[in-house]
């Protein structure tokens, strides 16, 4: 459940501007008084980034949510075309110098341009249709103003107080790194010059937050974004100007659906300049990448448009060699989601999400936040696959089924060609998995191989995901460490048996743990040392109000005695159009199912109490405070198990939809969760024996001093 960041604020409580709309006389209720304030946006639900500057411009548009008419903004009075203009304010609390602040019985929506400084936009107005702001290089060759853009839906007077607009990039930004190919380890290479080509100017549509597409539109307007003279060495390093690092701003990928035809408009170009070994050399590429589809057996080999999108931070590694340039694009920052806000919770810590922890609200990779929005959905919000202290992502090559749904292929524990992994990696997107002891690259911006390794375990041993600077979640991220995973998984797989089929064995005779519809286990030193948790497992439909989802569920009372105390629960939910007797987790039909372990969190004190018998009352079950939902999307076997088709060894995703596994940023420590099938091994739990070359999947949690 999401919970709205809004502070009721009673109409008596001074605002910082004046409330003057000639309806004086029309009851608080409908007028409903408001003061507008600002935030960065961010990609993830729960995480505050830093404020805007004192006196930065905002232009404001709030139109009528029932036709969405831009010719009437009600911040003026009389409603009227353009926007109106406003001011963060020193203490960051409002947005000053808005006159108009009710909204006078309407539903509103909000929409705003800032360029984070005190230089208003320039917008274009369009009529009653939406105006678009003129981006656009200057003729002096400067780098673009960083446009960011906010929206704020369907307000009424049930908003009343504090309306937050959170601003997101319109544009993309590039990290520039350079380094040299190991032929020229013993020449001097020097840098001089990068241009990149993109497209000169771009239409920001205001209620959209895009830009509008024109047939006319090319990526054809050369910006040089550094000059001087770096030394290159054989390890990437971040491009400098003058002791700063060089971040030019790019406008994203405009098209979508891209075709190898759309190259000719849409593809951004690098050109550098070095002088090697004395003498001066241009190398020029185009950035593309592998066109995704139905390729079957057969990879295909078209080529498409690198898609660069808006609001994302990536990392462009830029390798001279004596043939050619290579340049890596590696994403850092994912997609900001406008409709997602910040929280706030008074009854258990004040402003975090679970256990004190603020997730990410995605896999690592993944396009998609809610796993149960529909089949793409599920499959857009599987993200990467990572194998343990190695910071390539790799991918499933696609199939399309009769639905048009775009799904990676993978059928129980058999190993299919079709389900081998590949590297996200431009220029590397085929490469197949390999045995060889060769060097593993550990990261996008080594020289060693790219390949998924199903062999022994052959990059660097030491290597781990404790350090901030060497994991591969995006600046202001990383990898969860087990104990963080403890706060909000069973620390046990008797805590967390929801099939109820774990066994044990007296006098030789093995029986299941928990034969009965409900079951309880206390676990000290969960989730932290000194700290105790308790745990009732509920058959489901034993009580309709408590169970849910298609599976039994499992309910937690974490911190138990303290003032820290929070209630717990974990069912799975199903995602998309199959039906339940197409459920196989093995065999011939595979894993056509798409499930979601759904874990929600509630309120509780230090006198809270759960057990089977007060399972039922002991928290408001239907009101979560918030959730967190973990696709289940299988994982990498490295095995030959089942091996069908011809070779006996080599890696596949398995147990798509019935199993999934998570890494922690301890070696061989995993989450693992499985709820299909007829193994008493089926739980959701801490695991501590994980093959490191197995691939799994990755949530990062934040943290502010993670580069």
Not at 236 to 252: H, L, Q, R, S
Request: proline share 4%; charged share 20%.
């Amino acid at each position: 459940m999401k919970k709205n960041l809004i502070y009721t604020i009673i109409s008596a409580v001074a605002l910082f501007f004046t409330s003057c709309t000639i309806d004086e006389a029309t009851e608080v209720e409908s007028n409903g008084t408001f003061r507008l304030s600002s935030d960065k946006g961010t990609f993830t639900r729960a995480a505050n980034e830093s404020t805007f500057s004192g006196g930065t411009i905002y232009q404001i548009y709030a139109v009528d949510a029932t036709d969405n008419d831009f010719s009437k903004n009600y911040l003026k009075n009389p409603a009227g075309i353009g926007p109106v203009t406003g001011t963060e304010s020193e203490d960051h609390a409002s947005i000053q110098g808005i006159q108009i602040n009710k909204f006078n019985g309407k539903t509103l929506n909000f929409y705003a341009v800032t360029n984070s400084t005190e230089e208003a936009v320039n917008i274009i107005s369009n009529g009653k249709n939406a105006p678009t702001c003129n981006i656009q290089y200057k003729a002096d060759g400067s780098a673009l103003t960083d446009v960011m853009w906010a929206k704020k839906e369907s307000q009424s007077y049930l908003n009343s107080g504090s309306i937050k607009l959170l601003f997101g990039h319109t544009l993309a930004k590039l990290n520039l790194y350079v380094m040299k190919h190991s032929d020229y380890k013993s020449t001097t290479v020097t840098l001089n010059s990068i241009s990149l080509k993109d497209y000169p100017n771009g239409a920001l549509n205001m209620q959209t937050g895009k830009y509008n597409l024109e047939s006319s539109d090319a990526r054809n307007h050369e910006c040089t974004v550094y000059t001087g003279t770096q030394n290159i060495t054989p390890t990437a390093e971040v491009v400098k100007k003058d002791n700063i690092a060089v971040t030019p701003m790019i406008f994203p990928t405009r098209k979508e659906n891209l075709k190898e035809s759309d190259k000719t408009n849409h593809s951004m170009w690098v050109n550098v300049e070095v002088t090697i070994g004395g003498q001066k050399t241009t190398k020029e590429i185009e950035i593309t990448s592998t066109l995704a589809g139905d390729a079957g057996s057969t990879p295909t080999t078209k080529e498409i448009p690198f898609e660069f999108k808006s609001n994302h931070e990536y990392d462009m590694i830029i390798t001279i060699t004596k043939s050619s340039l290579i340049v890596t694009i590696v994403p850092r920052l994912y997609d900001w989601i406008p409709e997602e806000e910040l929280k706030e919770d008074d009854e258990v810590n004040g402003s975090m999400t679970i256990g004190g922890i603020t997730w990410m609200d995605r896999n690592l990779g993944a396009t998609s936040g809610n796993p149960l929005a529909g089949d793409q959905a599920w499959e857009n919000s599987r993200g990467y696959y990572y194998q343990y202290g190695r910071n390539i992502p790799y991918y499933i090559n696609t199939k399309t089924d009769k639905y048009g749904i775009t799904y990676a292929l993978s059928n129980g524990n058999w190993h299919l060609k079709e389900s081998m992994p590949y590297p996200h990696v431009p220029g590397h997107m085929y490469d197949e998995p390999t045995t060889e002891n060769s060097d593993m690259a550990q990261k996008p911006t080594d020289n060693e191989n790219f390949n998924f390794c199903y062999g022994s375990s052959n990059w660097n041993s030491t290597s781990n995901w404790n350090n901030n600077n060497e994991q591969p979640c995006p600046k202001g991220w990383r990898v969860p460490t087990s104990d963080e995973f403890k706060l909000i998984i069973p620390a046990t797989a008797k805590a967390g048996d929801i099939p109820f089929l774990l066994t044990k064995t007296y006098n030789g005779n093995t029986s299941k743990l928990h034969p009965d519809n409900t079951y309880l286990e206390n676990e000290n030193n969960d989730p932290e040392k000194n700290s105790e948790s308790v745990y009732v497992g509920v058959k489901k439909d034993i009580w309709k109000e408590t169970t849910v989802g298609i599976t039994n569920s499992i309910y937690a009372l974490k911190r138990k005695n303290t003032n820290k105390a929070y209630f717990l629960r974990w069912h799975i939910e199903r995602s998309g159009i199959y039906k339940i007797e197409d459920n196989k987790c093995t065999g011939d039909k595979g894993d056509p199912y798409r499930n979601v372990l759904v874990i929600s969190r509630y309120p509780a004190t230090r006198n809270s109490t759960l057990s089977q018998e007060n399972v039922k009352d002991a928290a408001k079950w239907s009101n979560p405070v918030e959730q967190i939902k973990l696709p289940i999307s299988g994982y990498i076997h490295i095995g030959a198990e089942h091996a069908n088709q011809g070779d006996t060894n080599y890696p596949a995703l398995i147990y798509s939809g019935s199993e999934a596994v998570y890494w922690t940023s301890e070696d061989k420590h995993t989450v693992r969760m499985k709820f299909a099938g007829d193994a008493a091994s089926n739980q959701i739990m801490m695991y501590s024996s994980e093959i490191r070359n197995n691939g799994c999947l990755i949530r990062c949690v934040r943290d502010t001093k993670a580069n």
